[in-house]
């Protein structure tokens, strides 16, 4: 069935994430504290359209060596603004974080928000990049310093499913 909301610029700006997908994790053993060790794991992402295409949600199932958990992220599309808000949960703690607000330029999205991070205040960034049909990206870096300097510490790398 055709979307009502195909022709709305920016609206199907996610299209490309719908379907399942095999994720290789990247993420800093430890966080803010000049790491450089990774941790590397895999795991299954499912991700589905809803409200007619103006939003989108996937689950994620992650492998951490301290515990195996379930995490989500519910996407929705603002109309009036063109913003894409993103917002994570997971079953350790099953509640929303704090919103990452951005959009699509040049067939990357790049997201920021507030959150906080052993206490402190911290800036989050999330950046998109739809590699080919089949690959995808997604990274996450945090500053603790207003966004001067960031530092990348959870990376994402897609393969599409096939099916």
Not at 15 to 22: K, Q, R, V
Not at 35 to 62: C, H
Not at 132 to 160: L, P
């Amino acid at each position: 069935m055709p979307s009502l909301n195909a022709d709305i610029p920016g609206a199907n700006d996610f299209d490309f994430l719908i379907g399942d997908w095999s994720v290789v994790h990247r993420r800093l053993k430890r966080r803010l504290v000049g790491e450089t060790q990774w941790l590397e794991f895999t795991g299954p992402a499912s991700v589905r359209k809803i409200l007619d295409g103006l939003g989108n949600i996937d689950e994620y199932r992650i492998d951490l060596p301290e515990g195996a958990f379930t995490g989500a992220t519910l996407r929705l599309f603002n109309l009036a603004t063109r913003d894409w808000t993103i917002y994570w949960m997971d079953s350790r703690n099953p509640k929303l974080d704090p919103p990452m607000v951005g959009r699509f330029e040049d067939g990357r999205g790049i997201f920021f928000g507030d959150d906080s991070f052993d206490g402190k205040p911290i800036r989050v960034r999330f950046i998109w990049s739809p590699l080919t049909g089949t690959t995808c990206r997604w990274e996450q870096a945090f500053s603790a310093d207003g966004g001067k300097t960031w530092e990348t510490n959870w990376t994402m790398s897609f393969t599409r499913v096939p099916g």
